[in-house]
Each structure stands twice: as structure tokens, then as C-alpha cells.
């Protein structure tokens, strides 16, 4: 059972910061590709940023104010969210990959995750 456990969403006004985080275990984070997704009210899922891809792959509209980290000592990945806009507005996901791109690294397509986190809610006002 792959389990991902994510925590840290909630309110905030425009400008301001969150970090999210997801717990998983040790074989998932060490063996599993990994990465952070959103759905905003009305639309589909998309990308956010995902580890294992060299360099670190994120959307367009959050380079520079979103940063993916990582904790192996905690199995813990986590999403750093800066200077939030409303349009940051969503759920957030966490989700996992058993799936390595031939000669090594991540896909960055939400088809290829098939192990997905409760979400959590990231809500941005102004």
C-alpha cells in the first residue's frame, strides 16, 4: 500500500508563504519518483513541480516563488510556496511514480502517477 500523507495547506493572503509537506515511506521515497500536482475549482489536474527530473522540473507559472525539497532522513517531501496568488488557489496533491524514464529521471505527465495523497487545500486571498 503506497501511502502519501500530506499536510500544511490552508489560507493566506496574496504575497504571502506555505509549505506543504508528504510523508510517505522509506521504499517509496528512495524507489518512487515524486511530485506535487494542484486541480483549481473548475479545472483539471495539473503539474506543479516533480523531483527526479534533472534539473528539478516545475510549471511555468510557479518558477521562482515555488520550491521542491526533500528529507530522507524524515521520508518527506515538501513544496515551499512564495509571494502566493489567488490564482494559486487549489488543491494540492501529492503523488508517486513506480515508472523511470529510460536512461533514468522522471516523467513530469500526470498520467504516469498512479499513487495519489488525500490533497490538501491552498486557498489565496487578497
Known amino acids: 500500500l503506497v501511502q502519501l500523507v500530506e499536510s500544511g495547506g490552508g489560507s493566506v493572503q496574496t504575497g504571502g508563504s506555505l509549505r506543504l509537506s508528504c510523508a510517505t515511506s522509506?521504499?517509496?521515497?528512495?524507489?518512487?519518483?515524486m511530485g506535487w500536482f494542484r486541480q483549481a475549482p473548475g479545472k483539471e489536474r495539473d503539474g506543479v513541480a516533480i523531483?527526479?527530473?534533472?534539473?528539478?522540473n516545475y510549471a511555468d507559472a510557479v518558477k521562482g516563488r515555488f520550491t521542491i525539497t526533500s528529507d530522507g532522513a524524515q521520508n518527506t517531501l515538501y513544496l515551499q510556496m512564495n509571494n502566493l496568488k489567488l490564482e494559486d488557489t487549489a488543491v494540492y496533491y501529492c503523488?508517486?511514480?513506480?515508472?523511470?524514464?529510460?536512461?533514468?529521471?522522471?516523467?513530469?505527465?500526470?498520467?504516469?502517477?498512479?499513487?495519489w495523497g488525500q490533497g490538501t487545500q491552498v486557498t489565496v486571498s487578497s
Open positions: 523531483v527526479g527530473v534533472d534539473p528539478k
Open positions: 503523488a508517486a511514480s513506480a515508472v523511470i524514464r529510460s536512461g533514468g529521471g522522471c516523467y513530469t505527465e500526470e498520467g504516469w502517477y498512479n499513487h
Open positions: 522509506e521504499y517509496i521515497y528512495r524507489n518512487y519518483c
